[in-house]
């Protein structure tokens, strides 16, 4: 069983960043492949990232690769997502979320943890 719960979201202007960090309870957070998801108002949960805990490989979304890095540290359990240059089309909930074993997936059905999710708004 893993608990997670989001923080860092807010209200920036465009070209601004923000860091999103993800607490995990449980002691085997190291055993989980983490990613990060978000929701825009109307639209489908969508990948933006995601990190495998052996070797800690990441990988993105095309609209964020190059603006947003993941990163995760198994001894404070917790992963977080780091957003620079941000445009209001990223403007969402995000969530993250944690999947058994080693390997991530772009597809949220593949994710059997989540957090309440943090809101991240991003002005023009």
């Known amino acids: 069983q893993v608990q997670l719960v989001e923080s860092g979201g807010g209200l920036v202007q465009a070209g601004g960043s923000l860091r999103l960090s993800c607490a995990a309870s449980?002691?085997?957070?190291?055993?989980?492949?983490m990613g990060w998801f978000r929701q825009a108002p109307g639209k489908e949960r969508e990948f933006v990232a995601g990190?495998?805990?052996?070797?800690?490989?990441?990988y993105y979304a095309d609209s964020v690769k190059g603006r947003f890095t993941i990163s995760r540290d198994n001894a404070k359990n917790t992963v977080y997502l780091q957003m620079n240059s941000l445009k209001p089309e990223d403007t969402a909930v995000y969530y993250c979320?944690?999947?058994?074993?080693?390997?991530?997936?772009?597809?949220?059905?593949?994710?059997?943890?989540w957090g309440q999710g943090t809101q991240v708004t991003v002005s023009s």
């Open positions: 449980g002691r085997t957070f190291g055993t989980y492949a």
């Open positions: 990190i495998q805990w052996s070797p800690y490989s990441t």
């Open positions: 979320a944690a999947r058994a074993g080693p390997y991530y997936s772009r597809s949220p059905d593949q994710y059997r943890y």
